[in-house]
C-alpha cells in the first residue's frame, strides 16, 4: 500500500492519465471523482490542494480513474448528476441528464407561470429528469413517468422517491407509441426521446457508445422515428390550450417542424434554439377547437 499522498500530486497524474485516454474533460473528471471519495463538494478540491489522502483512499479514487481512463462516465462512478439544480441517480442502463435538456422545463415553467395543479406526462423519462424537475417546480402538479425500459424505469423511482415525489408522478412502464393515458386529461406533454440518427451515433465518443443505452439515443435511420411513433399519443393526451415540447437534434429544426405541423391538432408549432442558438425544441400548443 503507498503511502499518504497529497491531493495536489494525485489530481495531476490522474488528470494525465485521462487526457492520454483521450476522455472529455479529464482535469473536472478527476475533480468530480476525487470529490465523490473524499465526499467534499467540488469546489473544496480546488481550494485544499495540500490535503493528504489515506492510502485506502487513494487506492479508491486510482480505481475510478482506471475505469473513466476505460471511457465509464463520471455519473456512472459516482452514481449521480445535476439536472436543473437537482442531483438525480444514475447509472449503467440509463441515459445520463444532459444540460440541454432543462431547455424544456425552462419552456414548460415559462409556459405555465403562475399556474398550479397541472397534469402532466414526461415520455421516455430515463433517469425521471424531466418529471422531478417539473414536479419540483411545479406546485400541486401531478405527472406520469412513461418510460419502457426496465432498468431505467428503477432509477425514475428512486429518483422521484428522493425528491418526495413518488404521491405526486406516477413511473409507468410503457411504449410512448401506444395510449398512456385516457384522452384530453394533460395540460403538458413533454419528452426527450431518442433523436440521433443512424450517421450521428456511428460518430458518438467510445464512452457515449460503449456506456450509455443506444436505445435511449437512436431510433433509427434519420433520428425523427421516435418523434413520429410518439406524436399521436401526446396529440390525444393533451387537453385544449395544452402545451407539447419535444427535444431534438441541432440539424432537425425544418423535419422536426413539418412532424408537428402537420398534426391538424395542434397549432403554434416553433422551434426554440439552445444557448448555442441551436436548434432544441419544437413546442406546439393543442388547438381549442
Do not use: W
Not at 438525480?88 to 395543479?117: D, I, M, Q, S, Y
Not at 398512456?180 to 395540460?187: E, G, V
Not at 422515428?225 to 425544418?254: K, M, N, R, Y
Amino acid at each position: 500500500m503507498p503511502p499518504a499522498a497529497a491531493l495536489r500530486e494525485l489530481l495531476a497524474a490522474a488528470a494525465a492519465r485521462l487526457a492520454a485516454a483521450g476522455v472529455d474533460a479529464p482535469r473536472l473528471s478527476a475533480r468530480l471523482l476525487a470529490a465523490h471519495v473524499l465526499r467534499l463538494d467540488p469546489i473544496d478540491i480546488l481550494t485544499r490542494p495540500d490535503l493528504s489522502l489515506s492510502p485506502e483512499t487513494q487506492a479508491r479514487f486510482e480505481a475510478l480513474v482506471a475505469r473513466r481512463a476505460a471511457g465509464e462516465p463520471v455519473a456512472y462512478l459516482v452514481g449521480e448528476k445535476e439536472f436543473y439544480g437537482l442531483s438525480l441517480a444514475v447509472g449503467p442502463g440509463v441515459l445520463v441528464p444532459r444540460p440541454e435538456t432543462e431547455h424544456l422545463v425552462e419552456a414548460a415553467l415559462a409556459f405555465f407561470a403562475g399556474r398550479e395543479g397541472l397534469r402532466f406526462a414526461d415520455l421516455g423519462s430515463g433517469s425521471g429528469a424531466l418529471a422531478v424537475a417539473l414536479a419540483t417546480h411545479l406546485p400541486r402538479s401531478l405527472g406520469l413517468a412513461v418510460e419502457r425500459s426496465a432498468a431505467a424505469l428503477r432509477y425514475v423511482r428512486q429518483n422521484l422517491a428522493a425528491h418526495g415525489l413518488a404521491a405526486r408522478v406516477l413511473a409507468l412502464r410503457a411504449d410512448f407509441g401506444r395510449p398512456f393515458c385516457r384522452p384530453a386529461r394533460l395540460d403538458l406533454v413533454v419528452a426527450n426521446p431518442p433523436y440521433v440518427s443512424a450517421a450521428e451515433y456511428a460518430a458518438v465518443s467510445r464512452e457515449v457508445a460503449a456506456f450509455e443505452p443506444g436505445e435511449a439515443l437512436t431510433p433509427g435511420e434519420t433520428g425523427l422515428e421516435a418523434l413520429d411513433a410518439l406524436l399521436p399519443q401526446a396529440v390525444s393526451a393533451l387537453q385544449p390550450g395544452g402545451l407539447f415540447l419535444c427535444e431534438i437534434g441541432a440539424a432537425q429544426g425544418p423535419s422536426a417542424i413539418e412532424l408537428v405541423a402537420a398534426r391538424p391538432e395542434l397549432a403554434e408549432a416553433a422551434v426554440l434554439p439552445d444557448l448555442a442558438g441551436l436548434d432544441r425544441v419544437v413546442r406546439a400548443v393543442r388547438r381549442s377547437c
